[in-house]
T-cell receptor, first 115, second 112 residues
């Protein structure tokens, strides 16, 4: 089945140790998004890629970076994780970004713990 | 900036009964889209229903329907004949352009 896959599902890292989260999709969608969702809060958009065009949200900390080497894969890099970065990280895709009815398909998320 | 407010952090319903989840939003735009997403425990978020702001007719998907009041900026979700599998966190979301803004969510419990 076509889907959005996130690996790993659970990630534990140490304070200040770089970590990379992975997302892949078989939907061949143009847009890939990364959201941060802290406990009992709404998901918050960090950035998105439209094809190879990177779009950062104004309030996303510099500590968060992303790479999209090809259509199928997108990575979230946290350069120096702090305790406040512990959260669920959601990857989503959509076919387009300007068509409002275009559905965003979400992956299962990666739960990041920072020790 | 757009904001989305869900005033009910928790709701509960008896199996087979009907429940309505509330959502209000604030925007100065006239063209936008509204969504309800469902996030079951430890499972991925999935789309429940969507509404185009330019359409007056309320969207319906099987047991799920919305009451869209554009002037009041209100977008409530009605779940009819509630099932145990409906238990989840429900997020209302507003989309304009590429950005999807979520409300804080309503945790729905379905009691057998």
């Amino acid at each position: 089945d076509a889907m959005v896959i996130q690996n790993p599902r659970y990630q534990v890292t140490q304070f200040g140790k770089p970590v990379t989260l992975s997302c892949s999709q078989t939907l061949n969608h143009n847009v890939m998004y990364w959201y941060q969702q802290k406990s009992s809060q709404a998901p918050k958009l960090l950035f998105h890629y439209y094809d190879k065009d990177f779009n950062n949200e104004a309030d996303t900390p510099d500590n968060f970076q992303s790479r999209r080497p090809n259509t199928s894969f997108c990575f979230l890099d946290i350069r120096s994780p702090g305790l406040g970065d512990a959260a669920m990280y959601l990857c989503a895709t959509s076919r387009d970004r300007l068509a409002g009815t275009d559905t965003q398909y979400f992956g299962p998320g990666t739960r990041l713990t920072v020790l | 900036a757009q904001t989305v407010t869900q005033s009910q952090p928790e709701m509960s319903v008896q199996e087979a009964e009907t429940v309505t989840l509330s959502c209000t939003y604030d925007t100065s735009e006239s063209d936008y889209y509204l969504f309800w997403y469902k996030q079951p425990p430890s499972r991925q978020m999935i789309l429940v229903i969507r509404q185009e702001a330019y359409k007056q007719q309320n969207a319906t998907e099987n047991r799920f329907s919305v009451n869209f009041q554009k002037a009041a900026k209100s977008f409530s979700l009605k779940i009819s004949d509630s099932q145990l599998g409906d238990a989840a966190m429900y997020f209302c979301a507003y989309r304009s352009g590429s950005r999807l803004t979520f409300g804080e969510g309503t945790q729905l419990t379905v009691n057998p």
